[in-house]
């Protein structure tokens, strides 16, 4: 496959400056990771080596949420914020893990802010990679088959400002089958 086969809305936010407004101030950003600031919502969540306790989602959030289901088929019950305060601030290649997630479901992003590139590489074949620019109220959706075949990241860019990406997941729920 040539390209990973990812969903991309812009416009999704009708005005995506007042809702990073609203999040920039009203969040507790945790500051535990030195890349970027983050804050968890919803069901605990274990992400890069940190422990999020489950925290109830904001009214916000939860709006989001309902909105997702309408949009996906399924309706997240986690989202994970990540604060990049400027173009030096950025996330590396990886895969988002799968077997947490309830089944047949992906993780939507929601990008507020300065614009920034998603950078996928095929882990079949290293020198393929493809950047989408995703813009300032944009949905992007990525299956499990995305993170199957691609490494996403968002690369330093020094012409970035500040941004935040609001990650969405329907955990199963411990003991849970799917
Ligand atoms: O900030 C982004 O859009 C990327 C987020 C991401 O890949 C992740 O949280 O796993
Ligand atoms: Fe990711």
Redesign the pocket.
């Known amino acids: 496959m040539q390209v990973p086969p990812i969903r991309l809305s812009p416009g999704f936010i009708a005005d995506p400056d007042a809702l990073f407004a609203a999040l920039k101030t009203g969040v507790a950003w945790d500051e535990r990771m030195k890349a970027r600031k983050t804050a968890s919502f919803g069901v605990s969540y274990d992400?890069a080596q940190i422990a999020y306790e489950e925290v109830p989602m904001p009214a916000l959030l939860e709006a989001l949420c309902a909105r997702l289901e309408g949009e996906l088929g399924f309706r997240p019950n986690n989202c994970?914020l990540?604060y990049?305060p400027d173009g030096a601030s950025s996330?590396g290649f990886?895969s988002?893990q799968t077997a947490g997630l309830a089944n047949g479901t992906g993780?939507a992003?929601i990008?507020l802010g300065s614009v920034?590139a998603?950078a996928y590489r095929s882990k079949l074949d290293a020198a393929l990679r493809v950047d989408y620019p995703?813009p300032n109220g944009s949905l992007?959706y990525m299956s499990g088959q995305v993170q199957q075949d691609w490494l996403?990241?968002?690369p330093k860019d020094p012409r970035a400002g500040e941004?935040i990406?609001l990650?969405f997941r329907a955990m199963r729920r411990q003991g849970s089958p799917g």
Do not use: E, G, P
Request: net charge positive; aromatic share 10%.
């Open positions: 992400y994970l990540n990049y996330m990886h988002d993780v992003i990008s920034r998603m995703l992007l996403h990241a968002i941004r990406s990650t």
